[in-house]
């Protein structure tokens, strides 16, 4: 590892598109202070010499704790992603281009989020990688089931990924084997399966959320109002649109949620002064966009080509627009994107280190503690998994066991010997 390969890592984030521009210096700092320790620590094998890393930034009085999460990105992105495939000869095939770029354009015309399409073209590059460089298979010869469960094996055994990233590996493999290379996938039931154990989620007590509430104000305080009096997902709420507030029925329409279905869940009454407030204020902010020359949102489902003059229109607006414009991605087009869901973490986390609160929780806390609440409020279990949007009531059912723990836990016999004295 040599300080000449910082700006090739350097050109690994933009090309990747990994992070945004303006934290790419900041990435490659920290990268270079990887390097650097880790010329002290070279008896220790890779993994070893980022934990020890990250350990010594933790130990450091004058970093922050965003600093930390940062570097934290960083260092596994430089270590376990740049590196990786630094000391390999990469030799992908020039015809794997071309079946990115089908990839691409198949995930357009089925309208996934821009997001999806970064990560399974991550998937798909990192599988090629794999297996031309790893397992050195000639292409040429055709790819089956068999490569398929190589690589999910290899992220299980070799990276140790989560359960989750493997499934997410596994998705766009099956995207890519279906609709570009016209291949079914048989007989993966032998891949070995990253493990994950049944977890309970964190839950706030109804005391702990109002004292959450008292660190955090504005427009923020409202957001956490309503994914928590909701039970919205965090990116639900940022792709709200104006339109998707019933306030007339107290509802909520969300759209092209998990599993691409739409469902609606209940609007809080004590919020709808506010939010009514928070609207006009953005309508202003809309106004001023469209007497400036843009105005424009994205719209889902191609719909813009549909209704050419429907993405300016108020209500298709989001709810929670942000504070800038931007160029769009895809489109290049210049328009006003949903409120970054990095800047709503980072209200929630400042506001649950200012609260006291000793808990390991994020955004998605509040989902789950609207959820649990309900029921030690006798909502009924179906109901709460429609206003969720389970598929399976086994996923809401999990909450039960929160609520058990929490309201009707046994007597420790502890507590009841020290009665008895």
């Known amino acids: 590892m040599k300080n000449n390969s910082l700006p090739e890592f350097q050109k690994y984030l933009r090309s990747k598109n990994l992070v945004n521009e303006k934290h790419i210096t900041f990435y490659v700092h920290w990268a270079s202070k990887f390097l650097a320790f880790s010329e002290s620590n070279r008896n220790l094998s890779r993994d070893l010499q980022v934990q020890k890393f990250l350990n010594y930034l933790k130990a450091q009085n004058n970093i922050a704790d965003w600093q930390i999460r940062q570097a934290d990105d960083a260092v596994q992105v430089f270590a376990n992603q740049f590196l990786d495939g ?40 990192r599988f090629y990688d794999y297996t031309v ?32 990233t493997q499934n997410q590996a596994f998705n766009a493999l099956i995207f890519l084997f279906r609709h570009v290379l016209k291949i079914e996938l048989r007989d993966l039931n032998k891949t070995v399966r990253a493990k994950r154990g049944q977890r309970l989620p964190v839950v706030f007590t109804v005391d702990e959320v109002q004292e959450l509430f008292k660190h955090i104000k504005g427009e923020n305080l409202l957001i956490l109002k309503l994914i928590y ?20 029925s107290n509802l909520i329409i969300v759209r092209n949620a998990k599993g691409d279905k739409d469902r609606s869940t209940m609007l809080p009454e004590s919020v709808k002064s506010q939010l009514k407030l928070h609207l006009e204020k953005v309508k202003e902010l809309h106004e001023e966009d469209l007497t400036a020359g843009h105005g424009e949102v994205y719209m889902p489902d191609a719909l ?9 229109q108020w209500h298709w607006q989001y709810v929670f627009p942000s504070s800038n414009l931007s160029v769009d991605p895809r489109s290049r087009k210049i328009r006003r994107h949903h409120k970054s869901d990095k800047a709503i973490q980072i209200s929630m986390n400042n506001a649950l280190k200012k609260s006291g609160i000793a808990k390991h929780a994020s955004v998605h ?45 046994p007597e420790s016999p502890l507590d009841i010997l020290q009665g008895k004295q």
């Not at 292409?139 to 989750?164: E, F, I, N, P, Q």
């Not at 609440?373 to 066991?401: A, C, F, P, S």
Request: aromatic share 6%; proline share 1%; glycine share 4%.
């Open 86 to 125: 630094e000391e390999l000869e990469t030799v992908i095939p020039s015809d794997v281009s071309k079946i990115i770029e089908e990839m691409r354009e198949a995930l357009r015309i089925k309208h996934y989020a821009y997001r999806t399409e970064l990560s399974y073209i991550d998937w798909t590059e």
């Open 133 to 164: 460089n790893l397992k050195k298979k000639d292409l040429h010869t055709g790819l089956d089931s068999a490569d398929v469960r190589d690589y999910l094996s290899h992220l299980a055994l070799k990276k140790r990924v989560a359960a989750s």
């Open 229 to 248: 009096g909701s039970g919205l997902r965090l990116m639900e709420l940022a792709r709200l649109r104006v339109k998707d507030v019933d306030f007339g």
């Open 304 to 312: 813009d080509r549909k209704y050419p003059q429907a993405s300016k």
């Open 365 to 409: 806390t509040l989902r789950h503690s609207f959820a649990t609440h309900l029921l030690m409020n006798g909502v009924n279990i179906r109901e709460i998994q429609q206003l969720l949007g389970h598929k399976n009531v086994e996923t809401t059912m999990i909450y039960t066991h929160v609520m058990r723990d929490m309201t009707n836990a």
